[in-house]
């Protein structure tokens, strides 16, 4: 580039009577310009680039914290629901146990604390499977 441009003020100060300074500033402002507009286009790739690069950052951020609020959710709704069962089902054993305590019972129908503690640790081990 130097080389076409040195040839071009060499042609330009002998075609025309013009000063050699003249021309040199003149190419100077040309090269200048030239230059800031080449390094405008490079940048502005450059930010179209960053642009692209933080939207996607962006997206990639996004998708992660619905991926995990939907997990958090659904963990909260198994933890609930298990809580709710284990409730119910003490609850359930605990009124079988005062009204078995309350009448009388065919024989054999002594095991409710068995069976409590069997459904107890049956969903305990489920819940702990599931996770």
Do not use: Q
């Amino acid at each position: 580039m130097i080389v076409l441009l040195s040839i071009v003020v060499v042609m330009v100060v002998v075609v025309t009577d013009v000063d050699v300074v003249v021309v040199v500033v003149v190419v100077v402002v040309v090269v200048v310009v030239l230059v800031m507009v080449e390094v405008a286009v490079m940048l502005k790739v450059a930010v179209v680039v960053v642009v692209i690069v933080i939207h996607s950052v962006v997206v990639v951020v996004v998708v992660v914290v619905v991926v995990v609020v939907v997990v958090v959710v659904v963990v909260v709704v198994v933890v609930v629901v298990l809580v709710v069962v284990v409730v119910v089902v003490v609850v359930v054993f605990i009124y079988w146990g005062v009204r078995a305590s309350t009448t009388v019972m065919p024989t054999g129908f002594c095991c409710n604390v068995d069976l409590l503690l069997s459904v107890i640790t049956t969903s305990v081990l489920f819940s702990s499977f599931y996770w």
